[in-house]
């Protein structure tokens, strides 16, 4: 089976991007492989790490891409 990719796109890529990211990856297990970048990256939102920890999902190792990372 052919692995689907995905990437997720927004300004900072600071906190719905990387939450999404997380979840498409917990979920998602090995099946998909997921990307998230924005256009004006920042940091990871520590609020978004703190939320994603509350439901098991640790993307405290996530950091926030530049989309041109993956032309």
Do not use: W
Request: proline content about 3%; some cysteine; glycine content about 8%.
């Amino acid at each position: 089976m052919l692995k689907k990719s995905v990437l997720i796109l927004c300004t900072g890529n600071s906190c719905r991007s990387q939450m999404a990211e997380g979840i498409l990856r917990h979920y998602g297990n090995d099946r998909i492989e997921v990307l998230s970048a924005g256009t004006k990256p920042s940091q990871v939102n520590p609020t978004a790490i703190l939320v994603m920890k509350e439901i098991g999902i640790d993307i405290s190792r996530h950091r926030s891409k530049h989309v041109n990372e993956f032309k």
